[in-house]
């Protein structure tokens, strides 16, 4: 509540503004104002040419109030100084001055505001001060202004919304500086209201089209309660200043262009009344007397309380281009008004500007609903020409006429309790919903910082004991290895007597570079054994090529070289035989070498501790652990990795990865490490404390590092803590003898940071998944907590629903009690009719089934609601099958057909590419979820797509999304179980990936790139969970036929690519559009899908073959056979 001293000197303040720029304050002249006329115009006048003069005011109140608050210019945030960049959908926040706004109407995008506002909002400012944080000013960037990043020009920025608030501010500060009555104790009373009105917030959009943006300007107006609604003058003066800039005649597109003003929202709010739209399309035509009359009338009082109101311009005389009686009508409506407001003034009373006698008879009138009542028994249409009569004859009411008048009455309220019912069920759906969505946001508010906070351990746990780089050649390997495993002794006090070094060669994940990397690798690591004889141990695995014994002898002889001083022994690896595939040529078994050095003590022992290990006695694994012995399974292809994969080969199963691929990944799989893990440190002491660095000589996937992890969590055998060294440096990528790839040669050092990546990725995936299945523990790492949403639950109250019951979301069925309370109430057959009609229009809206609800309980599901859902269309045989043909007709006359049985339908594909459904012994309903069928085809990116789209030679189907309401199909790929999602949008995808504990901020997404965040409101509070996504490469999908012929019967297209027919076939080619995937018949259309695959490959999300799927849900009748495309 305002204080006895701010309200006197607000009373200061108004009046002293309207006494400034007021005129003459007589209502029966031109200038009868109490309020400010021309505020933009003084401006412009007076500091249009030297506008530093107005900046300089404003400073000096800003010193002023420095002097009263010293501290004021800690507390708020400093004012932005340089042109911001605004993108396309990209809302900018930024603090600014009042110098920084522009006062000429020229940089509204609404034009000049209305003088009745203003000093409205003066008032509003001087009584609480301005938040700009909640209601913040909305900019345009008018043309002509400097560069994004440079500096700022004075009163420069235009505004989009908030050009009365800018006004309101500038006459404030105005004020202050030029009243001389106002002392600084007066200040200090509004110092809070005058603070605020600097260092404010405004915000920045664009839709990309200046004529969007200048709608969407005046729209976002009409739906604010708290501001005043635009009158229709300004709606036209928009409108036409659109028109004139794109070169049109206002009366050629005034029609579309309200209908496009309409279109650019579905809120009713935000969309121009009947009345409005009337008062907009005819205001252009009125003459200029005119409507400068009514322009300047509205701006002196608002239009439902001035002389005119909206009703008085819509009447027919407007319409009938009586010009010359236009300016006469609004005139008089004037002067009237003027004398009554005079005459209120001189008595000092309340002035009535709503309602007078002819209201008053109007009222009556229709008081006593009279049938014999006619339009010309109104006396107040002579005011626009019309006819009326000289007097209203008695209303003579019978006691029928009574009865009806009761029904009547009766009806109204019914309709009328009912609309309220289900206004305040549509009410509370939307706040249920709007409840829902927000709860999402606030949990993934709460997830994102919980994750954050994981991740953020996971990676500098990573950093610390699994570190993996890409580097040029082994010795800056040795080099990068030595300085990971000194950190790592510093950290956990590890003496260098106490440290063991293991170094794991597995040239098999070389490919045909493994020879020349093996050797390159021996040279540089052996003499590392020779300086550290007693602690250090190679392990080399066998690389399997064509001929097995002719590989092994070449490993034996490079390690058995006299200057590397290394004794080499061979290990026997066998697999679990339940693990060997029964197709697989695979031998059960494995060769394995372990060199130590070759340096003894005075008694001919050998000086290396390893030498006491199992690993190296027995010469062979699986060795007896604990008195019993853990099999070695084969890794299985689906687990097989391959770090350089894109996502044209990661869209398809792995079984399809090519054979040399394959082969890398052998021996692979974390039980191979840690089985030598175990046998290479059972039979050694060990002093505490103790450490083991692995260098992983050749990196290239996960195995040894998750063998690591999982035996630091539970030692199978004593062991010392250690630390994984990754280096990746020698040539992996030939995939054949000639070092190249597909005939053109492969950069290694791109490939070798391809490689770092993903297993540095690969890494931080492992120790989140085995952290939250709590198989190892990560400093910091704190499991994620449960959002606890502890909002109240929206609620219905059913005792407000007297005539209808709350159903589902889309369920209000009436209440059959309610009904029958009607049919009594109802005896006039007119009025019977008319309920009947409102009835059933209430149910084709409310209530599909049209059944009124008996009094039973509201079922759970029912309580819970849902989203409405589609109305499946009948399709009828009669039009989609006019020669009533059979399916053997069908084949007869199209040639042989796929049939796909859906056990209650048939969907077939015929040669010729048309698309049947056949219904089996009961009526059928599909929804346009779930695809009739999969198409065959070549996806292309980056520079392909390019090429392609260039073209425009191939019929093709852009891949991608535009924003994450985009809809797609969907399927997850773990474990090799497929989960088959529903058509859908992609934000609906994710936030069941989330709901799946999974983290889609390491998505790999194809062509893509992925934010997720959280969507607020103005005052900062979570609304929902959204997704930015921007689309970074170019993607297409180009049908072709699919591989499989229709004729052969051992091969027949199946329901994955049989689609393809239907796109390509020459005879119904034409009628797909692949731009945007329709079909000229409306039925069907193309839409694409993704796969999720989440394996030891990563988490990706990429394309894969899209669907054909309907439209719509669709009905058809029980045994009959319709065409569908």
């Given at each position: 509540m305002l204080s006895?001293?701010q309200?006197?000197v607000?009373g200061?303040v108004?009046?002293w503004?309207n006494?400034f720029?007021g005129?003459?304050?007589d209502?029966?002249?031109t200038?009868?104002v109490?309020?400010?006329?021309?505020?933009s115009d003084?401006?412009i006048?007076n500091?249009?040419?030297?506008?530093?003069?107005?900046k300089?005011?404003?400073?000096?109140v800003?010193k002023?109030?420095?002097?009263?608050?010293?501290?004021?210019?800690f507390?708020?945030t400093g004012?932005d100084d340089r042109?911001?960049?605004v993108e396309?959908?990209v809302?900018?926040?930024?603090?600014?001055?009042?110098w920084h706004?522009?006062?000429?109407?020229?940089?509204?995008?609404k034009?000049?505001?209305k003088?009745?506002?203003?000093?409205r909002?003066?008032a509003d400012f001087?009584?609480?001060p301005?938040?700009?944080?909640t209601?913040?000013?909305?900019?345009?960037?008018?043309?002509?202004?400097p560069?994004?990043?440079?500096?700022?020009?004075d009163f420069?920025l235009?505004h989009?919304?908030g050009f009365?608030?800018?006004?309101?501010?500038k006459a404030?500060l105005?004020a202050?500086?030029k009243m001389?009555d106002?002392?600084?104790?007066?200040?200090?009373?509004?110092?809070?209201?005058?603070q605020?009105l600097?260092n404010?917030r405004c915000t920045?959009?664009?839709t990309?089209?200046s004529?969007?943006?200048r709608?969407?300007?005046?729209?976002d107006?009409?739906?604010?309660?708290a501001r005043p609604?635009?009158?229709?003058?300004?709606?036209?003066?928009?409108?036409?200043?659109?028109?004139?800039e794109?070169?049109?005649a206002?009366?050629?597109?005034?029609?579309?262009?309200?209908?496009?003003?309409n279109?650019?929202?579905?809120?009713?709010a935000?969309?121009?009344s009947?009345?409005?739209?009337s008062?907009v399309v005819?205001y252009?035509?009125?003459?200029?007397?005119?409507?400068q009359l009514?322009?300047y009338?509205?701006?002196?009082y608002?239009?439902?309380?001035?002389?005119?109101?909206?009703?008085?311009l819509?009447?027919?005389a407007f319409?009938q281009?009586r010009q010359?009686?236009?300016v006469?009508?609004?005139?008089r409506?004037v002067q009237?008004?003027l004398?009554?407001?005079?005459d209120?003034?001189?008595?000092?009373?309340k002035?009535?500007?709503a309602?007078?006698?002819?209201d008053?008879?109007?009222?009556?009138?229709?008081?006593?609903?009279n049938?014999?009542?006619?339009?010309?028994?109104f006396?107040?249409?002579?005011?626009?020409g019309?006819?009326?009569?000289s007097?209203v004859?008695?209303?003579?009411?019978?006691?029928?006429?009574a009865?009806?008048d009761?029904?009547?009455?009766?009806l109204?309220k019914a309709?009328a309790k009912?609309?309220k019912?289900?206004a305040g069920w549509?009410?509370?759906?939307?706040?249920?919903?709007?409840?829902?969505?927000?709860?999402?946001?606030?949990a993934?508010e709460?997830?994102?910082?919980?994750?954050a906070?994981?991740?953020?351990?996971v990676?500098?746990?990573q950093?610390?004991?699994y570190?993996?780089?890409d580097?040029?050649?082994?010795?800056?390997?040795?080099?990068?290895a030595?300085?990971?495993?000194r950190?790592f002794?510093?950290?956990?006090?590890i003496?260098?007597c106490?440290m063991?070094?293991?170094f794991w060669?597995?040239?098999?994940?070389?490919?045909?570079?493994?020879y020349?990397?093996m050797q390159a690798a021996v040279?540089?690591?052996?003499?590392l054994?020779?300086?550290?004889?007693?602690?250090?141990?190679?392990?080399?695995?066998?690389y399997v090529e064509?001929?097995v014994g002719?590989a092994?002898?070449?490993?034996?002889e490079?390690?058995s070289q006299p200057e590397n001083?290394?004794?080499?022994?061979?290990?026997?690896?066998c697999?679990?035989q339940?693990s060997?595939?029964?197709?697989?040529k695979r031998p059960g078994?494995?060769?394995f070498?372990?060199?130590?050095?070759?340096?003894?003590d005075k008694?001919?022992r050998?000086?290396?501790e390893f030498?006491?290990s199992?690993?190296?006695?027995?010469?062979m694994?699986?060795?007896?652990?604990?008195?019993?012995?853990?099999?070695?399974?084969?890794l299985?292809?689906?687990?097989?990795?391959?770090?350089?994969?894109?996502?044209?080969q990661a869209?398809?199963?792995t079984d399809?990865a090519s054979?040399?691929s394959?082969?890398?990944?052998?021996i692979?799989g974390?039980n191979?490490?840690?089985a030598?893990?175990?046998?290479?440190?059972q039979?050694?002491?060990?002093q505490?404390?103790s450490g083991?660095?692995?260098?992983d000589?050749?990196?290239?996937?996960?195995s040894?590092?998750?063998?690591l992890?999982?035996?630091?969590a539970?030692?199978?055998?004593?062991?010392?803590?250690g630390?994984y060294v990754?280096v990746?440096?020698?040539?992996?990528?030939?995939?054949d003898?000639?070092?190249t790839?597909k005939?053109?040669?492969i950069?290694?050092?791109?490939?070798n940071?391809?490689?770092?990546r993903?297993l540095?990725?690969?890494?931080r995936?492992?120790?989140?998944?085995?952290a939250?299945?709590k198989?190892?523990s990560?400093p910091?790492?704190?499991p994620l907590?449960?959002?606890k949403?502890?909002r109240?639950?929206?609620a219905?109250?059913?005792?407000d629903?007297v005539?209808?019951?709350?159903g589902a979301?889309?369920?209000i069925?009436?209440?059959?009690t309610y009904l029958?309370?009607?049919?009594?109430?109802?005896n006039?057959p007119d009025l019977?009719?008319q309920?009947?009609?409102?009835v059933?229009?209430?149910?084709?809206?409310?209530?599909?089934?049209g059944?009124p609800?008996q009094g039973?309980k509201?079922?759970?599901?029912?309580?819970?609601?849902?989203?409405?859902?589609k109305?499946a269309r009948?399709?009828?045989?009669e039009?989609?099958?006019?020669?009533?043909?059979t399916?053997e007709q069908?084949?007869e006359?199209?040639?042989p057909?796929?049939?796909?049985?859906q056990?209650?339908?048939?969907?077939?594909?015929?040669?010729?590419?048309?698309i049947?459904?056949?219904?089996?012994?009961?009526e059928?309903?599909?929804?346009?979820?779930?695809?009739?069928?999969?198409?065959?085809g070549?996806f292309?990116?980056?520079?392909?797509?390019?090429?392609?789209?260039?073209g425009?030679?191939v019929e093709?189907?852009?891949v991608?999304?535009?924003?994450?309401?985009?809809?797609?199909?969907?399927?997850?790929l773990?474990?090799?179980k497929p989960e088959?999602?529903p058509?859908?949008?992609l934000?609906a995808?994710?936030?069941?990936?989330?709901?799946?504990?999974?983290?889609?901020?390491?998505?790999?997404f194809a062509c893509h790139?992925?934010k997720?965040r959280v969507?607020k409101?103005?005052a900062g509070?979570?609304?929902?969970?959204?997704?930015d996504?921007?689309?970074?490469d170019?993607c297409?999908?180009?049908?072709?036929?699919?591989?499989?012929?229709?004729?052969?019967k051992?091969a027949?297209?199946d329901?994955?690519?049989v689609?393809?027919?239907a796109l390509?076939?020459?005879?119904?080619?034409a009628?797909?559009?692949?731009k945007?995937g329709?079909?000229v018949?409306?039925?069907?259309?193309?839409?694409?899908?993704?796969?999720l695959?989440?394996?030891d490959?990563?988490?990706t999300?990429?394309?894969e073959?899209?669907g054909?799927?309907?439209?719509?849900p669709?009905?058809?009748?029980?045994?009959k056979?319709?065409?569908?495309a």
């Open positions: 006895k001293e309200q006197m607000i200061k108004i009046p503004l006494d720029f005129g003459s304050g209502p029966e002249q200038d009868a109490e309020i400010c006329t021309g505020l003084f401006l006048a500091f249009g040419t030297d506008t530093q003069s107005l300089n005011m404003f400073l000096a800003q002023r109030l420095h002097g009263m608050d010293v501290g004021w210019v507390r708020v004012a042109v911001p960049l396309q959908d809302t900018q926040q930024l603090v600014l001055m009042p706004l522009s006062f000429r109407p020229e940089h509204s995008q034009g000049k505001s003088m009745l506002n203003i000093i909002c003066a001087l009584e609480k301005y938040d700009s944080l209601n913040p000013i909305q900019l345009w960037l008018p043309p002509g202004l560069a994004a990043g440079e500096p700022l020009p420069a235009g989009s919304i009365t608030k800018s006004l309101a501010i404030i105005f202050v500086h001389k106002l002392s600084d104790e007066d200040v200090k009373h509004i110092l809070p209201q005058l605020a600097y404010f920045c959009h664009t990309g089209s004529k969007f943006d709608f969407r300007s005046l729209q107006k009409f739906a604010e309660a609604r635009p009158d229709p003058i300004q709606v036209s003066t928009l409108l036409m200043a659109q028109a004139k794109e070169g049109l206002w009366t050629e597109c005034a029609s579309f262009m309200i209908d496009d003003f279109g650019g929202s579905t809120n009713d935000k969309k121009l009947e009345l409005e739209t008062i005819i252009p035509s009125l003459d200029l007397d005119t409507q009514i322009d009338h509205w701006q002196l608002a239009p439902k309380q001035s002389a005119i109101p909206y009703k008085a819509a009447t027919t319409f281009g010359s009686q236009e006469r009508f609004v005139r409506k009237y008004f004398f009554k407001l005079q209120a003034k001189r008595l000092k009373k002035i009535n500007l309602t007078g006698y002819l008053v008879e109007l009222f009556e009138k229709f008081r006593v609903m049938p014999q009542l006619k339009v010309e028994n006396r107040f249409l002579a005011d626009v019309a006819k009326v009569a007097g004859p008695d209303s003579q009411i019978s006691e029928s006429d009865d009806l009761v029904q009547k009455a009766e109204a309709m009912v609309a019912e289900v549509s009410s509370y759906q939307e706040k249920k919903s709007d409840f829902a969505r927000s709860a999402k946001g606030l993934a709460a997830q994102d910082e919980q994750k906070l994981q991740k953020q351990a990676e500098k746990w950093e610390n004991r570190p993996v780089r580097l040029q050649e082994a010795s800056h390997a040795i080099t990068f030595e300085t990971c495993v950190k002794q510093d950290e956990q006090s003496p260098d106490n063991f070094k293991v060669m597995n040239p098999s994940v070389l490919g045909y570079d493994s020349s990397g040279a540089t690591y052996a003499p054994v020779a300086e550290d004889p007693a602690k250090t141990v190679m392990i080399i695995a066998e064509a001929n002719e092994t002898q070449k490993i034996s490079c390690l001083r290394l004794l080499v022994r061979e290990v026997l690896m697999f679990d339940n060997i595939p029964a197709q697989s078994f494995h060769k070498f372990i060199a130590l050095s070759d340096q003894c008694e001919g050998l000086i290396s030498s006491k199992a690993l190296w006695k027995r010469q694994l699986p060795v007896t652990v604990k008195n019993s012995v853990t099999p070695i399974p084969m299985a292809q689906k687990d097989m990795v391959d770090p350089r994969r894109g996502f044209s869209g398809v199963v399809l054979k040399p394959r082969r890398k990944q052998w692979a974390f191979i490490p840690g030598f893990h175990d046998a290479l440190w039979g050694l002491t060990l505490q404390p083991v660095s692995w260098v000589v050749f990196a290239y996937d996960h040894v590092a998750e063998a992890m999982r035996r630091a539970s030692p199978a055998v004593p062991a010392p803590q630390i990754g990746v440096w020698a040539d992996t990528n030939s995939r003898d000639k070092h790839e005939g053109a040669a950069d290694s050092r791109k490939e940071a391809k490689i770092s993903w540095q990725s690969s890494i995936r492992k120790l989140q998944y085995l939250q299945e198989v190892i990560i910091d790492w704190k907590v449960s959002f949403d502890m109240e639950v929206p219905v109250q059913e005792k629903f005539a209808t019951f709350p979301a889309d369920t069925p009436f209440k059959a029958e309370e009607m049919d009594k109430k109802l006039n019977r009719d309920w009947d009609r409102f059933k229009d209430h149910n084709e809206c409310y209530n599909k089934s059944k609800h039973e509201r079922s759970a599901d029912e309580a819970a609601g849902g989203p409405p859902q109305k009948l399709l009828s045989s039009s989609l099958n006019p020669e009533s043909l399916v069908v084949k006359k199209e040639g057909v796929v049939e796909i049985d056990k209650t339908y048939k969907i077939f594909f015929t040669s010729k590419g048309s049947w459904i056949q219904t089996t012994s009961c059928v309903e599909l929804d346009d979820t779930s695809p009739l069928a999969l198409t065959f070549k292309k990116i980056n520079e392909e797509a390019e090429a392609a789209l260039k425009d030679k093709m189907m852009d991608g999304f535009g924003s994450d309401v985009d809809m797609c199909g969907a399927r997850k773990s474990d090799n088959i999602s058509l859908k949008t934000r995808h994710l936030q069941l990936m989330e709901e799946k504990k999974m983290d889609v901020t390491s998505i790999e790139k992925l997720p969507e409101d103005s509070d979570a609304q929902d969970r959204v997704f996504v921007k689309k970074c170019p297409v999908f180009i049908p072709q036929p699919t591989p499989r012929k229709i004729t052969n051992k027949q297209p329901w994955d690519d689609g393809s027919i390509t076939s020459p005879d119904t080619k009628g797909w559009n692949l945007d329709s079909h018949e409306g039925l069907v259309s193309l839409k694409q899908r993704w796969v695959m989440d394996n490959q990563g988490l999300f990429n394309p073959k899209p054909i799927y309907l439209t719509g669709i009905k058809i009748e029980a045994k056979l319709v065409r569908v």
